[in-house]
T-cell receptor, first 117, second 110 residues
């Protein structure tokens, strides 16, 4: 069964440093997402990406965040200058474009645990 | 987006049927009801989705009454591995974000 993969599984960084979290969505999917989950809290939407552009973003996704699909397979989330409060689990998800029957079926990756010290 | 209310936690025993009910009084005409499951330190996983009446797949059943103001996720004969958080989501924004609430933490005991 195809799956979304994410690297690294755990990233430790110092406050103020830039990090790039990487995701490989399922190959025939067209919609891509990043979510985060602070320990013990809800899963929060960050951004959605379709047709090589951001289609929606939350208030969390400020100027410190950016996303890119540099080639046909990878989807990255960059945090330019990390803060302590960015420590969380970051999940990538993808969805195909023909989800007429199951429009809410997103496939999530295993996550990257980001620790900012 | 319709607000959802579900129990914070539930306990069950192996082999029992578990029913988790979600209230969504303000559901809109074109909203779907979707349930996700999340194990510790893993990403959420889609379980089932419905619009009205009953939907069944290999994992669960989803019961939606005619007024659609609530829905019940039914897990038949749970096992220890069904211990997880279960999220009820309601919305019609198919292309974009999922909005997760607090979910129901199901603990299955031996």
């Amino acid at each position: 069964e195809p799956e979304v993969t994410q690297t690294p599984s755990h990233q430790v960084t110092q406050m103020g440093q830039e990090v790039i979290l990487r995701c490989v969505p399922i190959s025939n999917h067209l919609y891509f997402y990043w979510y985060r989950q602070i320990l013990g809290q809800k899963v929060e939407f960050l951004v959605s990406f379709y047709n090589n552009e951001i289609s929606e973003k939350s208030e969390i996704f400020d100027d410190q965040f950016s996303v890119e699909r540099p080639d046909g397979s990878n989807f990255t989330l960059k945090i330019r200058s990390t803060k302590l409060e960015d420590s969380a689990m970051y999940f990538c998800a993808s969805r195909n474009g023909t989800g007429l029957l199951l429009p809410y079926e997103q496939y999530f990756g295993p996550g990257t645990r980001l620790t900012v010290t | 987006l319709a607000k959802t209310t579900q129990p914070i936690s539930m306990d069950s025993y192996e082999g029992q049927e578990v029913n988790i009910t979600c209230s969504h009084n303000n559901i809109a005409t074109n909203d779907y009801i979707t349930w996700y499951q999340q194990f510790p330190s893993q990403g959420p996983r889609f379980i089932i989705q419905g619009y009205k009446t009953k939907v069944t797949n290999e994992v669960a059943s989803l019961f939606i009454p005619a007024d659609r103001k609530s829905s019940t996720l039914s897990l038949p004969r749970v096992s220890l591995s069904d211990t997880a958080v279960y999220y009820c989501l309601v919305g019609n924004n198919a292309g974009n974000m999922l909005t997760f609430g607090g979910g129901t933490r199901l603990m299955v005991k031996p």
